[in-house]
Structure formats: structure tokens, C-alpha cells
């Protein structure tokens, strides 16, 4: 009963009055959206649905190219912090048990920093005069500072530190509870080390890579903050274009239609995929 109460009240109320508010008209009031229903004379209830704000999503390219860039920058994201994270992972569980508590709370402890300051400090790392390129230049990698600072490059940087402990503590639970045994026999098998990893370790530790790809890309898509403080103007994503929408255009009813369908965008493959693993699970797959 609880789990559904905590549904209820934590994301269907608010996604309804979301979803109300997408169907209004805009207008110059506080709140700044016309009422759905309203009593003409007394006598009748009026409901009037705006559908035009769903239909300016589909045909005004800034919106579509927003969910676009948001997709690409997710899924090459999630890529990304599932290759860095995996290893780490790996290591972790295959770290000596005294080891392994310690290794976790180094992975949690940026947790205990505002996430806003971690962000807000990689500025001062990737701008031209920052920390990395004036250690490139020590190095002697580099003559000139390299221009990362306000690119998609300082976003994607942005988005795999802030959200790789979401990747690796799938990961390291999967792979810690694995049966080491299995590689084992697999080498007796006269199984080279790089095949029992691929044949054995990966499709083990899959419900981690799922879980971790599943945290990483959904917050990933609707980023606001790592794009706005790292990324340039030309760096298009959703949760850029709804701040404008609901703060400097003052649109909320094309900001909440906006909202839903990421929403759905989110929701539906999530929910398929639940479903898919239920059916494979009662087919003992």
C-alpha cells in the first residue's frame, strides 16, 4: 500500500496537473494559463482542450531538435559512463573483501558535496586558463590551451562525473554477488580469460548494466544544469529549452506539453521493457 500511496502522491498528482496545464492557453495573469473548465451563466460547465501547444511541438524544429540533442547527448552519455564505470566496477568486486567498503564510499563520498559546486568547479578545470590545459601544456601535449569549456565536449565530461556512482553501484552489486567459481571452470575449460569475461561475467552482471544505463540515461536526457554551466549556446537540450519556456517566455501550458512528452518519451520504453523481462521471466529465459 505504501509503494502506491508514495506513487500517487510523488508523481501521478503532479503529472496530472502537468498534463492540465498542457492543454490551456497561455495568457498574461497569475497563473499564467487560462482555466480548462468554467461555469458559462451558472448553468453549464464548459471545458475548453487546447491542443495546439502539441501540435507547435511536432512543427516548430527547436523543440524537436531539442529532444533530438537530448537523445544523442544521453545515449552517447550513457555509452560512455558504462565503459568508464564497468572497470571500476570490476575492480571493486574483485577487490579484497577489507577493500570493498571503503572502495564504496569513495564512490558515494562526491555525494556529500552540493551537486552544484561539483559542477560549478569543473568550469574552473576545463576553461582555456583552467587546471587541464595548463597541465597539457606541462606536459607538452599541447602549445595552445584547447577551447572545451561551453562545448558538447565539457557537457559530456559534465554528465559521466556527475552521474557515474549511479552507473558503478549497479554494477558492483551484480558483479559482487557473482559466482567467481564460474570463471573457474571456465578456465579449466581451457576458456581464455577475455571469452570467460564475455561468455560468463558480462551476461551475469546484464541486470547491473541495465539498472545503471536506466539511471544514467533518464536524468541524463532532462539535464538542465550540466548544459546551462558547461555547455555553449549552441549546445541544445530539452531541460534548457523548458527553463526558457517556463521562466523567461512565461509559457507554461507549451512547457508542460513539452514536459509530458519527455515524459512518455521516458516512460513507455521503460514500462515495455519491464514487461519483456516479466515475460522472459515467467518462460524461465
Same mark, same amino acid.
Given at each position: 500500500?505504501?509503494?502506491?500511496?508514495?506513487?500517487?502522491?510523488?508523481?501521478?498528482?503532479?503529472? @496530472?496537473?502537468?498534463?492540465?496545464? !498542457?492543454?490551456?492557453?497561455?495568457?498574461?495573469?497569475?497563473?499564467?494559463?487560462?482555466?480548462?473548465?468554467?461555469?458559462?451563466?451558472?448553468?453549464?460547465?464548459?471545458?475548453?482542450?487546447?491542443?495546439?501547444?502539441?501540435?507547435?511541438?511536432?512543427?516548430?524544429?527547436?523543440?524537436?531538435? *531539442?529532444?533530438?540533442? !537530448?537523445?544523442?547527448?544521453?545515449?552517447? *552519455?550513457?555509452?560512455?559512463?558504462?565503459?568508464?564505470?564497468?572497470?571500476?566496477?570490476?575492480?571493486?568486486?574483485?577487490?579484497?573483501?577489507?577493500?570493498?567498503?571503503?572502495?564504496?564510499?569513495?564512490?558515494?563520498?562526491? @555525494?556529500?558535496? !552540493?551537486? =552544484?559546486?561539483?559542477?560549478?568547479?569543473?568550469?574552473?578545470?576545463?576553461?582555456?586558463?583552467? @587546471? =587541464?590545459?595548463?597541465?597539457?601544456?606541462?606536459?607538452?601535449?599541447?602549445?595552445?590551451?584547447?577551447?572545451?569549456?561551453?562545448?558538447?565536449?565539457?557537457?559530456?565530461?559534465?554528465?559521466?562525473?556527475?552521474?557515474?556512482?549511479?552507473?558503478?553501484?549497479?554494477?558492483?552489486?551484480?558483479?559482487?554477488?557473482?559466482?567467481?567459481s564460474?570463471?573457474?571452470?571456465?578456465?579449466?575449460?581451457g576458456?581464455?580469460?577475455?571469452?570467460?569475461?564475455?561468455?560468463?561475467? @558480462?551476461?551475469?552482471?546484464?541486470?547491473?548494466?541495465?539498472?545503471?544505463?536506466f539511471?544514467?540515461?533518464?536524468?541524463?536526457?532532462?539535464?538542465?544544469?550540466?548544459?546551462?554551466?558547461?555547455?555553449?549556446?549552441?549546445?541544445?537540450?530539452?531541460?534548457?529549452?523548458?527553463?526558457?519556456?517556463?521562466?523567461?517566455?512565461?509559457?507554461?501550458?507549451?512547457? !508542460?506539453?513539452?514536459?509530458?512528452?519527455?515524459?512518455?518519451?521516458?516512460?513507455?520504453?521503460?514500462?515495455?521493457?519491464?514487461?519483456?523481462?516479466?515475460?522472459? *521471466?515467467?518462460?524461465?529465459?
Amino acid at each position: 500500500m505504501v509503494p502506491y500511496a508514495w506513487l500517487l502522491v510523488l508523481f501521478l498528482v503532479p503529472f @496530472f496537473i502537468v498534463f492540465k496545464i !498542457s492543454f490551456s492557453e497561455i495568457r498574461i495573469a497569475i497563473p499564467p494559463y487560462a482555466p480548462l473548465y468554467e461555469m458559462v451563466n451558472d448553468t453549464y460547465l464548459q471545458i475548453t482542450l487546447n491542443l495546439a501547444n502539441y501540435q507547435r511541438l511536432f512543427s516548430d524544429s527547436l523543440y524537436v531538435n *531539442s529532444y533530438l540533442s !537530448s537523445l544523442k547527448i544521453a545515449v552517447l *552519455s550513457t555509452v560512455l559512463t558504462l565503459l568508464v564505470g564497468y572497470p571500476i566496477a570490476y575492480g571493486m568486486a574483485r577487490a579484497p573483501k577489507t577493500w570493498r567498503l571503503p572502495l564504496v564510499m569513495l564512490v558515494i563520498l562526491p @555525494f556529500w558535496t !552540493s551537486f =552544484l559546486i561539483r559542477v560549478y568547479a569543473w568550469i574552473g578545470i576545463l576553461k582555456p586558463e583552467g @587546471f =587541464l590545459n595548463m597541465f597539457l601544456i606541462w606536459l607538452g601535449i599541447i602549445d595552445e590551451p584547447l577551447v572545451i569549456l561551453h562545448t558538447d565536449v565539457a557537457v559530456y565530461i559534465g554528465i559521466v562525473y556527475s552521474y557515474l556512482p549511479f552507473m558503478i553501484l549497479p554494477l558492483y552489486s551484480s558483479l559482487e554477488k557473482m559466482d567467481h567459481s564460474l570463471l573457474e571452470a571456465a578456465s579449466d575449460l581451457g576458456c581464455p580469460p577475455f571469452q570467460a569475461f564475455w561468455k560468463v561475467t @558480462f551476461p551475469l552482471s546484464l541486470p547491473g548494466v541495465i539498472a545503471g544505463c536506466f539511471l544514467v540515461f533518464i536524468p541524463a536526457v532532462g539535464e538542465f544544469v550540466i548544459p546551462d554551466l558547461l555547455g555553449g549556446s549552441s549546445t541544445l537540450m530539452i531541460g534548457k529549452t523548458l527553463w526558457a519556456e517556463f521562466f523567461n517566455n512565461r509559457d507554461w501550458p507549451l512547457a !508542460s506539453a513539452a514536459a509530458v512528452i519527455l515524459l512518455l518519451m521516458l516512460v513507455v520504453p521503460i514500462v515495455w521493457f519491464q514487461k519483456f523481462q516479466s515475460r522472459r *521471466s515467467a518462460l524461465g529465459e
